[in-house]
């Protein structure tokens, strides 16, 4: 029986200290605005979030002793892959400015070229037509040759 009786007095040792400990880390939180939230779970533990960094602790207490042992999440990655595409995408809002700019500009350019390409294809035409001019004489100056 003392066995049983020790067994149940450590018990009682450790949840007192686990409560000891949940009021004094609950102290600071309310001193800080509530920075950090403690939640007691199924298993006797609790879990303290730090509010600001999104960190989380599991503590249990385990013969006499509680430990704290951190609780891995992906916040970390997630902020920082937040961070690239909030980079990406300012980057993208300047590219789309810079073409929306782009096609504001004066339409000088764009008639210059178009001008030149009209010119291109005004040559082009006018070569044809002296070409088939040319050929049209040819025929007329040899009557009766099969072409």
């Known amino acids: ?22 009021v004094l880390l609950a102290v600071p939180a309310q001193a ?28 249990a207490g385990e013969r006499d002793a509680i430990s704290c042992v951190p609780i891995n999440d992906d916040s970390q990655k997630l902020r920082e892959e937040n961070a690239e595409l909030r980079a990406e995408n300012s980057a993208l809002k300047q590219r789309v400015a810079e073409l929306e700019q782009a096609a504001k500009a004066p339409e000088a350019t764009v008639k210059g070229s178009t001008e030149k ?12 037509v002296r070409r088939l001019f040319r050929f ?12």
């Open 117 to 128: 390409q009209l010119d291109q294809i005004a040559g082009f035409f006018e070569d044809m």
């Open 1 to 22: 029986m003392t066995s049983d009786l020790r067994h149940v007095l450590s018990k009682a040792r450790c949840r007192a200290a686990c409560m000891v400990l949940v």
């Open 32 to 59: 800080e605005n509530t920075r950090y939230t403690i939640e007691e779970t199924s298993d006797g533990g609790f879990v303290r979030v730090d509010q600001q960094t999104g960190g989380m602790l599991k503590c």
């Open 136 to 147: 049209a004489q040819s025929l007329q100056e040899k009557p009766g040759e099969e072409i």
